[in-house]
C-alpha cells in the first residue's frame, strides 16, 4: 500500500510475498511512508529497487501483467485502489501530477507542447480554447522557459533535453496538484542543467505548496532536495528519517555503503562500493534481501525478514543490529504480518491535522510482476 501526502499527502505499501521463478514476484513488498503537505519525500536506492514501481502503484500505472494485490492510497481521504478507471482518470494530473525520468518518450511526439499542456487543462475543466493556450504559455513562462509564446508551438524534438524536462514540469503542474511525483527529473542532463532543474522544483514546491515525491539514486540530490528520506532495497524501504539525521547517523548497513560510495574522499583514495549487485526479480533469499551483500550479516539475517524498529524520532530502520522485530514469512521471501519477537514495530504516526489534501497508504498491499 502508499499513502502520499499528510495534511500533506501521503503514501504507504504494506506486505507482499514474492513467489519462485514461473509464478510471480513482489517488486514492492511491505512499503509505508507519507508526504507532508509542503514538504519532500525522497526515495533513493540502486537501480532496480522498486522505486519507480511503487511510483507507479500509487497512481495506478502498473501495467500487466504487473499488478497491486492488496493495499491501500488514500488521497483527500479516498482509497485510490477503490475508484475505477473513469474516477482515476480525474485524479491523475488533477490531484497528482507525475513528472517521468524520461520527457522524451511521456511527452507525445506528434502534439506541440502547448497543445498537450492545454489538453490538460480542458481535461480537468480548468480552461478550453484561447484561454487554455494562455495559460499554457504562462506555465511555460513559469518555469523559466525563453520565449515561451513560440516554444508553445514546438514539438517535443525540436526542444533540448533541459527545455523538454522545464516542458514536462509545467505539464505535471499545469492542473495545480496537490502531489507531484518526480520520478529521476535530473537523469541524462548534465550538471548546469541538473542544478537549474532542481532549483526550480525547490521553487514550484514554495509557490504551490507542493508534496513532492522525489525519487532518485543521487544522494547529492537528496541531500540538497528532501526533507525526509526513505532508503529502498529489493522492494522495501530498510530505512527512513529526516535527511539531517539519516546523513549524520545512518543505521542499515545498506545506507551506509550508499553514504561511503560517494566520490570525495583524498585524491587517490580508492572508492568505496557495495559487493555484489541487487538480486533480481523473484530470485530473492527467504531472510533480509542485504544478507548476501552485508557486512555485519550474521545468523537471524538469513531465515525470517527483519521487521520495522524504532530507533529514534521519526527513525525507522529494518535490521536486526538494532531489535528482534521480525516478519512472519510468507512463501519464498514475502510478509504480511509483524511481530514484535521482543522488539516493537514502528509505531504509526499520528498527526493532528486531517490529510485534507494528503495521501496516505496502507494495509498489507504490494504491487507483483510474473516472471
Known amino acids: 500500500m502508499f499513502p502520499l501526502p499528510r495534511g500533506r499527502p501521503s503514501a504507504t505499501a504494506q506486505g507482499a510475498p514474492s513467489q519462485v521463478e514461473g509464478r510471480e514476484g513482489a517488486a514492492v513488498d511491505d512499503v509505508s511512508f507519507d508526504v507532508g503537505r509542503g514538504e519532500t519525500l525522497g526515495l533513493v536506492g540502486e537501480s532496480g529497487s522498486g522505486?519507480?514501481?511503487?511510483?507507479?502503484?500509487?497512481?495506478?500505472?502498473?501495467?500487466?501483467?504487473?499488478?497491486?494485490?492488496?493495499?491501500?492510497?488514500?488521497?483527500?481521504?479516498?482509497?485510490?485502489?477503490?475508484?475505477?478507471?473513469?474516477?482515476?482518470?480525474?485524479?491523475?494530473?488533477?490531484?497528482?501530477?507525475?513528472?517521468?525520468?524520461?520527457?522524451?518518450?511521456?511527452?507525445?511526439?506528434?502534439?506541440?507542447?502547448?497543445?498537450?499542456?492545454?489538453?490538460?487543462?480542458?481535461?480537468?475543466?480548468?480552461?478550453?480554447?484561447?484561454?487554455?493556450?494562455?495559460?499554457?504559455?504562462?506555465?511555460?513562462?513559469?518555469?523559466?522557459?525563453p520565449d515561451p509564446a513560440r516554444r508553445a508551438g514546438e514539438y517535443p524534438h525540436q526542444l533540448s533535453g533541459g527545455l523538454r524536462q522545464r516542458a514536462m514540469i509545467a505539464l505535471a503542474l499545469s492542473a495545480e496538484p496537490a502531489l507531484v511525483i518526480a520520478d529521476e527529473p535530473t537523469t541524462a542532463l548534465d550538471v548546469t542543467v541538473q542544478a537549474e532543474i532542481l532549483?526550480?522544483?525547490?521553487?514550484?514546491?514554495?509557490?504551490?505548496?507542493?508534496?513532492?515525491?522525489?525519487?532518485?539514486?543521487?544522494?547529492?540530490?537528496?541531500?540538497?532536495?528532501?526533507?525526509?528520506?526513505?532508503?529502498?532495497?529489493?522492494?522495501?524501504?530498510?530505512?527512513?528519517?529526516?535527511?539531517?539525521?539519516?546523513?549524520?547517523?545512518?543505521?542499515?548497513?545498506?545506507?551506509?555503503?550508499?553514504?561511503?560510495?560517494?566520490?570525495?574522499?583524498a585524491p587517490g583514495e580508492r572508492l568505496s562500493a557495495i559487493p555484489g549487485t541487487v538480486p533480481g526479480l523473484g530470485n530473492f533469499l527467504p531472510g533480509c534481501a542485504f544478507a548476501p551483500r552485508c557486512p555485519n550479516r550474521f545468523e537471524p539475517c538469513d531465515t525470517v525478514p527483519p521487521g520495522v524498529t524504532a530507533i529514534g524520532p521519526d527513525h525507522t530502520v529494518?535490521?536486526?543490529?538494532?531489535?528482534?522485530?521480525t516478519e512472519s514469512a510468507r512463501g519464498p521471501r514475502g510478509a504480511i504480518s509483524q511481530s514484535a519477537g521482543g522488539g516493537a514495530p514502528a509505531p504509526e504516526r499520528e498527526d493532528s491535522e486531517s490529510a485534507s489534501t494528503g495521501a496516505r497508504a496502507s494495509g498489507g498491499g504490494h504491487a507483483s510482476t510474473k516472471k
Open 318 to 325: 529494518r535490521c536486526y543490529l538494532y531489535g528482534p522485530a
Open 199 to 265: 532549483d526550480l522544483l525547490r521553487e514550484m514546491r514554495r509557490t504551490f505548496n507542493l508534496s513532492l515525491l522525489l525519487i532518485t539514486h543521487d544522494l547529492g540530490v537528496i541531500a540538497e532536495m528532501a526533507d525526509r528520506v526513505a532508503v529502498m532495497y529489493c522492494g522495501r524501504i530498510v530505512e527512513q528519517a529526516p535527511v539531517a539525521g539519516l546523513f549524520a547517523s545512518p543505521s542499515h548497513p545498506y545506507t551506509r555503503g550508499l553514504l561511503a560510495s560517494i566520490p570525495g574522499g
Open 51 to 145: 522505486k519507480s514501481v511503487t511510483a507507479l502503484s500509487i497512481i495506478r500505472l502498473v501495467l500487466p501483467p504487473g499488478r497491486i494485490t492488496r493495499g491501500r492510497i488514500e488521497l483527500d481521504d479516498r482509497n485510490l485502489l477503490d475508484l475505477d478507471e473513469a474516477a482515476m482518470r480525474h485524479v491523475r494530473g488533477r490531484r497528482i501530477g507525475f513528472i517521468f525520468q524520461e520527457p522524451m518518450v511521456a511527452l507525445d511526439p506528434v502534439y506541440t507542447i502547448g497543445y498537450q499542456i492545454a489538453e490538460t487543462l480542458a481535461v480537468h475543466d480548468l480552461a478550453r480554447g484561447e484561454a487554455a493556450k494562455k495559460r499554457a504559455v504562462e506555465l511555460l513562462a513559469a518555469v523559466r522557459i
